[in-house]
């Protein structure tokens, strides 16, 4: 409950915020302080769309123009007669942090940088009409994208079509200050324990450190030994490419298998999709890393184990889906090879665990180290891109660390209105918590990339689906978002319909090469991919207006009540957000640079919110009562152990097994 002085509402004092309760099953968002939560904010919340719903359009009257042809300073989004708008106060004094201080740890509702901005949304939302905003400023697209110009081609990100002015731009760069951006990410590049619930370093930007500027970790440079993983990778791969390395019968490798889950899956296998057309003169690669006996014996159909080289990706070379899938594939192996010291000519490792990948078979010459400072879903920099590197060759790799390092420099460089990761993740926050918007679609228009979506599925809803705070405390307010997403243009036949006239509002990214790497038919194909990626963000910001609807219809031949009852069905409100990310072309060293920018954004996410992006306790009650649930399945005994479901679920197993 908030308190009073002198008749005014104070926020809420951080005990009432720790001890805030849990969000109710019933509402969709709680993302306001506790102040703007109750009565008085009932008005704003319906107009502003609370609920990742959206408000209709209000009448928007053009803003007065300055002379210098753009709205004049505080005016966009503002009409006549309309409350003049709220003028955010001086920013209280950044908390101050030494190289090993803790980070500041406020809830995200106590903060004044974000109660300002959500009293800004309560108040002007409705005004915050995309059709209105492009006519009332033609510079609108110069003030909100950015273009990023590397030595590979430029990467242009164009944030105009968000609901944002520059007033809101302000706020939300003002709250990323707030929230200690800047301090966490040289917290992050310099080695400090982030992962503060694991007590470690979080330093996958190390694994692509191509300046070899010393990084250290515990006063230990780890520049080093990255290297020399990196030289280990480099010449096992030019073996198994020149054919150098041969299999038990002396054949040359043709394909490689990579076993593995989650980060030592998801990861690699979206890379080396997106990079085919790079992968002339390498083997093919294969990816298992589903328990369920199919994945395997599916791919084992298509193998010749002379042939064939298994990687096994786990760090602690004891993961139940991946050692039970590496066991499978060697009883195959030496089904057809008989002697078990041909093991070590067609497995290799990707692990710290010396002595069980040794009692495997596997010669540990072939094994490659990684680190606890690195993140399974961060881990495709690290020996884990290793099916990446036999795949497109290691000088391809190096340019996809390349590129990945040059978002590194950006991110840590670039000031922050013009620093493309907290753009990103500042409009992601600004949805997630001042519209409760609850999901983000990720569009790649190229069919190289139709991995992507599902690789940042785990990279943001695995490091931002949290509820508890550094504190300990759960928050009062929504974290991450769903992530999901197909490439272009399946998506326009499949789930665009909900996104254009659907009830909730979901901001999109829409992702596009300029070049292609197939232009067949004289890249016709090209040319009308570019041309729906064009139109799609353009009819969600514009929409279609019921005059402009009757007018087509009536074109159309249709008029009195067989128009009126299909009009309403053919408007389309509009004022959709979305980001528009074209690129150059897809290349190794593009890919590594959208790859990290997306990382970094979701690091300044988990930095607003004051929770711990790189762990992921949430992965394992499940193991825990899986490992339960197994033995219990080996026997026809009734299972009274669980609750009713659980027991009926495993009873009707029983009954129905072969």
Request: with cysteine; net charge positive.
């Amino acid at each position: 409950m908030s308190r009073k002085a002198d008749g005014k509402l104070l926020a809420p004092r951080s005990r009432e915020i720790a001890q805030a309760p849990p969000p109710s099953s019933s509402s969709s968002s709680l993302f306001l302080p506790n102040r703007l939560r109750e009565g008085e904010s009932r008005r704003g919340l319906r107009e502003g769309g609370a609920r990742g719903r959206l408000p209709p359009p209000r009448p928007f009257p053009s803003p007065r123009i300055s002379s210098s042809g753009s709205a004049a300073p505080g005016e966009a989004g503002r009409g006549r007669g309309s409350r003049s708008p709220l003028k955010a106060p001086e920013r209280p004094p950044l908390l101050l942090l030494s190289s090993r201080a803790p980070l500041r740890s406020m809830a995200l509702s106590a903060d004044p940088c974000f109660q300002r901005l959500a009293e800004w949304q309560r108040a002007h939302a409705g005004q915050l009409v995309l059709r209105k905003l492009f006519e009332a400023d033609p510079e609108r697209f110069h003030k909100f994208s950015v273009t990023l110009k590397t030595e590979h081609g430029d990467i242009l990100v164009d944030y105009s079509k968000n609901l944002v002015t520059e007033e809101v731009m302000k706020l939300l760069l003002e709250l990323a200050k707030s929230r200690g951006v800047e301090e966490a990410r040289e917290q992050m590049f310099t080695g400090e324990k982030i992962n503060f619930t694991e007590n470690r370093a979080v330093l996958h930007v190390a694994l692509r450190n191509r300046s070899n500027a010393p990084i250290f970790v515990e006063g230990k440079d780890v520049v080093p030994e990255v290297n020399q993983v990196l030289e280990k990778m480099k010449n096992f791969c030019q073996k198994v490419r020149s054919g150098d390395w041969k299999g038990y019968t002396g054949k040359a490798i043709t394909d490689v298998v990579n076993i593995g889950i989650g980060g030592s899956d998801l990861g690699p296998l979206m890379v080396t999709e997106a990079l085919k057309p790079y992968s002339k003169g390498g083997p093919r690669v294969w990816f298992v890393s589903n328990i369920d006996g199919t994945h395997m014996a599916k791919t084992l159909a298509e193998l010749n184990p002379e042939t064939v080289l298994f990687i096994i990706a786990s760090k602690t070379f004891t993961t139940q889906e991946t050692i039970t899938n590496a066991e499978t594939a060697k009883e195959w192996f030496l089904q057809a090879a008989k002697d078990p010291s041909a093991v070590a000519k067609h497995f290799a490792a990707l692990s710290t665990n010396g002595p069980k990948v040794k009692d495997f078979g596997i010669d540990t010459a072939n094994m490659f180290e990684f680190w606890d400072w690195v993140g399974g879903r961060y881990s495709l920099w690290s020996a884990i891109g290793l099916s990446i590197a036999l795949h497109i060759g290691f000088d391809n790799f190096e340019k996809l660390l390349a590129g990945a390092h040059w978002m590194d420099n950006h991110f840590r460089s670039a000031p922050l209105e013009k620093n493309v990761p907290v753009l990103l993740a500042m409009l992601g926050v600004w949805y997630i918590n001042c519209y409760g918007t609850e999901t983000h679609a990720l569009l790649p228009y190229d069919q190289y990339m139709h991995r992507f979506a599902a690789y940042f599925q785990q990279g943001d809803m695995e490091s931002n689906g949290k509820y508890i705070t550094r504190k300990g405390v759960r928050v009062n307010y929504n974290t991450g978002p769903i992530v999901w997403g197909e490439p272009g243009t399946n998506g326009q036949h499949a789930f665009y319909q909900l996104i254009h006239q659907g009830t909730r509002m979901i901001p999109c990214d829409f992702l596009i090469p300029v070049q292609t790497q197939n232009p067949i038919r004289n890249g016709l194909h090209h040319k009308i991919l570019l041309a729906n990626f064009l139109a799609q963000t353009e009819a969600l910001m514009k929409g279609k207006t019921t005059e402009e609807a009757h007018q087509e219809l009536q074109a159309a031949g249709l008029s009195g009540e067989a128009l009126k009852k299909l009009l309403p069905h053919k408007v389309f409100e509009g004022n959709r957000p979305t980001n528009s990310i074209v690129f150059t072309k897809l290349t190794p060293f593009i890919l590594g640079a959208l790859i990290a920018m997306y990382e970094h954004k979701i690091f300044v996410q988990g930095i607003v919110w004051d929770i711990n992006s790189y762990d992921q306790w949430g992965v394992e009650l499940g193991k825990q009562l899986a490992k339960k649930i197994e033995p219990e399945l080996a026997s026809d005994a009734p299972v009274t152990s669980h609750d009713a479901s659980t027991n009926g679920l495993i009873a009707f197993i029983k009954k129905n097994r072969v």
